[in-house]
């Protein structure tokens, strides 16, 4: 605050000018957001001039969601109410189009004045611990795939032995040597119902169980049936919308699309 004084007209100037920024500074904070406001009080020249900056005291978040949802009370019955037959009712229609956009700026206001502080200090916290995160997932996912590929070729040296044992067992039952026939074949069993299930625990109540599961590759796109292929709508409405009209089994067409705006 910057004051010149001049007499004592100049300081009862000065103090009634205090008293009304004082006065001024009891405002209510808008409704639409909080922003820092200047108020020049007093008159300029050699009796003072005093330029406080007023800055808002918000109301708590319960307070700025309770009034947003009052207002919104009304308008959602009136929503509820109104049947869009006709031209006048389209245009009272889309006036309430424009009351809830400019509510719900007005609620995005308030949402980001009270969770912009505590947004950016989660981003420095996530990023101190973004780092070791980032270096505990990739010793994990190399310790997973040094795992997978030792079970995996542990998984086809059991399969080679067991086709080995198979036929060992048919040629000896070929050769009337059923002793060795017997012998093969069950030796065989034996690899296939093999431990499926692994279990290491470690301390604190970690434990790794592995388990053998089902999964495939695709070797020939053109043998796959229909019935496990997904359609591309985003690739389609991107064609659509370049102008294509002439898609095999698909219908293109208008409908009607609202865009509120200008709030």
Do not use: C, W
């Given at each position: 605050?910057?004051?010149?004084?001049?007499?004592?007209?100049?300081?009862?100037?000065?103090?009634?000018?205090?008293?009304?920024?004082?006065?001024q500074?009891?405002?209510?904070?808008?409704?639409?957001?909080?922003?820092?406001?200047?108020?020049?009080?007093?008159?300029?020249?050699?009796?003072?001039?005093?330029?406080?900056?007023i800055?808002p005291?918000?109301?708590s978040?319960?307070?700025?969601?309770r009034?947003?949802?009052?207002?919104?009370?009304?308008?959602?019955?009136?929503?509820?109410?109104?049947m869009?037959?006709?031209?006048?009712?389209?245009?009272?229609?889309?006036?309430?189009?424009?009351?809830?956009?400019?509510?719900?700026?007005?609620l995005?206001?308030k949402?980001?004045?009270f969770?912009?502080?505590?947004?950016?200090?989660?981003?420095?916290?996530?990023?101190?611990?973004?780092?070791?995160?980032?270096?505990?997932?990739?010793?994990?996912?190399e310790?997973?795939?040094?795992?997978?590929s030792?079970?995996?070729?542990?998984?086809?040296?059991?399969?080679?032995?067991?086709?080995?044992?198979?036929?060992?067992?048919?040629?000896?039952?070929?050769?009337?040597d059923?002793?060795?026939?017997?012998?093969?074949?069950?030796?065989?069993?034996?690899?296939s119902?093999?431990?499926?299930?692994?279990?290491?625990?470690?301390?604190?109540?970690?434990?790794?169980?592995?388990?053998?599961?089902?999964?495939?590759d695709?070797?020939?796109?053109?043998?796959?049936?229909h019935e496990?292929?997904?359609?591309?709508e985003?690739?389609?409405?991107?064609?659509?919308?370049?102008?294509?009209?002439?898609?095999p089994?698909?219908r293109v067409?208008?409908?009607?699309?609202?865009a509120?705006?200008?709030?």
């Open positions: 605050m910057t004051v010149q004084r001049k007499g004592k007209k100049g300081l009862k100037a000065i103090i009634k000018s205090v008293k009304r920024a004082k006065a500074q009891q405002v209510k904070p808008p409704s639409g957001g909080y922003h820092k406001r200047s108020i020049k009080i007093g008159s300029a020249g050699t009796v003072g001039v005093v330029t406080p900056v800055t005291v918000p109301p978040a319960e307070e700025a969601v009034a947003t949802t009052s207002a919104l009370a009304v308008r959602a019955a009136a929503v509820v109410t109104l869009v037959i006709d031209e006048p009712s389209l245009i009272i229609a889309n006036g309430m189009l424009v009351e809830l956009k400019t509510l719900t700026k007005e995005d206001e949402k980001k004045f969770l912009g502080p505590l947004k950016e200090s989660l981003k420095r916290l996530e990023a101190e611990f973004k780092h070791p995160a980032q270096q505990l997932f990739d010793a994990d996912r310790l997973r795939i040094k795992v997978t030792y079970l995996v070729t542990k998984n086809v040296a059991f399969e080679q032995k067991k086709v080995a044992l198979e036929t060992k067992a048919m040629e000896a039952a070929q050769q009337g059923d002793i060795g026939a017997l012998a093969a074949a069950t030796e065989a069993v034996t690899i119902a093999g431990p499926k299930t692994m279990l290491v625990e470690g301390a604190g109540g970690a434990s790794v169980r592995t388990n053998m599961v089902d999964a495939f695709v070797v020939d796109y053109g043998a796959v049936p496990f292929f997904t359609l591309d985003k690739k389609i409405m991107l064609a659509v919308r370049s102008g294509r009209r002439d898609i089994g698909i067409y208008k409908k009607p699309q609202l509120v705006g200008g709030v």
